[in-house]
T-cell receptor, first 113, second 112 residues
């Protein structure tokens, strides 16, 4: 089945450590997105990539980095510079069928101890 | 910038209709969406509407759009306990980054 796979599902990190969240899609979508979700808040856009080897900052990019070396993969690194990294992270992709519909992965929950 | 607002909580009895409301500010919105999120899971698209439409119906779901007032609603008929979840309203435009801007979500609780 086509879809988006995020890993790990749960991740614990000590303060001062970088951590990388994986996002892989087999939908042949060009565009991919990373959102952050905090309790009682909507999703906020961290980074997005509309094509391989190109990516742009979203609304809350500080303390995060990404790469897009392959169409299928869009990993997110949460760096030690991110002041409040505990959150639920959602990866999504968009195809070319129109209506800008995003397909989401199941999410990764990061907890900083 | 764009802003999307929703009420935080709605409680209904099983079998009743649920109506979840949303307002948005971006006049250039091209599409408006409703997504559903169950606990600990990603978001699942329920339906979307093009901004030049007034209404869209899909089985138990009815979406109404008042573009003049920038108001979107989702009606769920014959609400079931399995409909308990968080419902997100979102909007996007067909220019620029084409990302979705989300509201804070409405938690729907269905009482048996």
């Amino acid at each position: 089945d086509g879809g988006i796979t995020q890993s790990p599902k749960y991740l614990f990190r000590k303060e001062g450590q970088n951590v990388t969240l994986s996002c892989e899609q087999n939908l042949n979508h060009d565009a991919m997105y990373w959102y952050r979700q905090d309790p009682g808040q909507g999703l906020r856009l961290i980074y997005y990539s509309q094509i391989v080897n190109d990516f742009q900052k979203g609304d809350i990019a500080e303390g995060y980095s990404v790469s897009r070396e392959k169409k299928e993969s869009f990993p997110l690194t949460v760096t030690s510079a991110q002041k409040n990294p505990t959150a639920f992270y959602l990866c999504a992709s968009r195809g070319t069928a129109g209506a800008n519909v995003l397909t989401f992965g199941a999410g990764s929950r990061l907890t900083v101890l | 910038g764009e802003d999307v607002e929703q009420s935080l909580f709605l409680s209904v009895r099983e079998g009743d209709s649920s109506v979840i409301n949303c307002t948005y500010t971006d006049s250039s919105s091209t599409y408006l969406y409703w997504y559903k999120q169950e606990p600990g899971a990603g978001l699942q698209l329920l339906t979307y509407i093009f901004s030049n439409m007034d209404m869209k119906q899909d089985q138990r779901l009815t979406v109404l759009l008042n573009k003049k007032d920038k108001h979107l609603s989702l009606r769920i008929a014959d609400t079931q306990t399995g409909d308990s979840a968080i419902y997100f309203c979102a909007e996007s435009s067909d220019t620029g980054r084409r990302a979705l801007t989300f509201g804070s979500g409405t938690r729907l609780q269905v009482q048996p």
